[in-house]
């Protein structure tokens, strides 16, 4: 299937992030972007989809959005998005490319930093490959409004060392007693390494929102019981059969259905809960 997204001469792409990385300075602001850790206990929540289309949602109403994706090994925004990565934070992370060499642009001006997918093993991040990620994207933290990174699942080594790149953890759970545990068991490692940390917990998949105020409330009467802290609650997500279809045409929920009910939800998380003023600019890859 031919990408919409895709570049369809690599010369042309190839122009383009030159262009990007020699005139990065004209398009710094006097703000640092906002960076979320788009993160989740367990897989299967639809921690990506979350993201790509929070992603593209900010994107289309003129925000400078970067969507990291942090999932090494496993990478999917790139195929939610349909676009064509000729290199990835792996190279960026073990220093066979610049950062700049990595990023690609994705639906409505959205700039992605991609992972590899099927490569059959996970990249291992050694303090090292961290420390060197971090300095690359210091270069990108006036260039953007925000950044998501979404990381992978889990509370392995590789998963937190993004996580701690934020200044806000976005936790993605779902209703089912897993999820719930394993969200907790996230929430829990955040606040025992950094608990000066904010994490929002998002609950995809309900039925409607008072289900999801209900399974929060739980949530944070657990956390404010045993760990003495407080979460905020983000919003929720209803369950949406468009969201299948989405994945399986390779084509955002945004573009697809942007009047379904998940984008509904996705774009009030968007517009109330996170607080973000949205302004009328262009992407950096339009400027």
């Known amino acids: 299937m031919l990408c919409p997204y895709s570049f369809h001469d690599f010369n042309i792409y190839t122009a383009r992030v030159n262009y990007m990385a020699q005139n990065i300075n004209s398009n710094l602001s006097s703000s640092k972007a906002k960076v979320f850790a788009v993160t989740s206990g367990k897989g299967g929540v639809g921690k990506t989809s979350i993201s790509v289309n929070l992603s593209i949602v900010l994107a289309k109403a003129g925000m400078r959005v970067l969507l990291i994706d942090a999932d090494m090994g496993l990478?999917?925004?790139?195929?939610?998005?349909?676009?064509?990565?000729?290199?990835?934070?792996?190279?960026?992370?073990?220093?066979?490319?610049?950062?700049?060499?990595?990023?690609?642009?994705?639906?409505?001006?959205?700039?992605?930093?991609?992972?590899?997918?099927?490569?059959?093993?996970?990249?291992?991040?050694?303090?090292?490959?961290?420390?060197?990620?971090?300095?690359?994207?210091?270069?990108?933290?006036?260039?953007?409004?925000?950044?998501?990174?979404?990381?992978?699942?889990?509370?392995?080594?590789?998963?937190?060392?993004?996580?701690?790149?934020?200044?806000?953890?976005?936790?993605?759970?779902?209703?089912?007693?897993?999820?719930?545990?394993?969200?907790?068991?996230?929430?829990?490692?955040?606040?025992?390494?950094?608990?000066?940390?904010?994490?929002?917990?998002?609950?995809?998949?309900v039925r409607n929102e008072s289900d999801a105020e209900r399974i929060f409330t739980k949530f944070n009467e657990i956390v404010e019981r045993f760990l003495e802290k407080s979460v905020q609650f983000r919003g929720s997500i209803a369950f949406d059969e468009a969201v299948s279809e989405a994945v399986m045409r390779q084509i955002p929920l945004a573009l697809l259905a942007s009047t379904s009910p998940s984008m509904q939800s996705i774009r009030k998380i968007a517009r109330n809960i996170l607080g973000i003023k949205i302004a009328n600019k262009k992407s950096l890859f339009n400027r």
Do not use: C
């Open 75 to 205: 990478a999917n925004v790139d195929l939610m998005t349909g676009v064509f990565a000729s290199h990835s934070i792996e190279e960026v992370l073990n220093g066979s490319a610049s950062i700049f060499d990595a990023l690609i642009e994705g639906p409505e001006g959205l700039t992605i930093l991609p992972a590899s997918s099927g490569i059959g093993r996970i990249f291992e991040i050694g303090k090292g490959n961290a420390a060197l990620f971090k300095k690359e994207l210091l270069q990108l933290e006036h260039a953007f409004d925000i950044i998501f990174i979404d990381t992978g699942a889990g509370i392995s080594a590789n998963v937190v060392d993004f996580v701690f790149m934020a200044e806000e953890v976005l936790v993605i759970m779902t209703p089912e007693p897993t999820a719930f545990a394993d969200a907790y068991a996230m929430v829990k490692l955040v606040f025992t390494q950094k608990p000066e940390m904010k994490i929002g917990i998002v609950v995809n998949i």
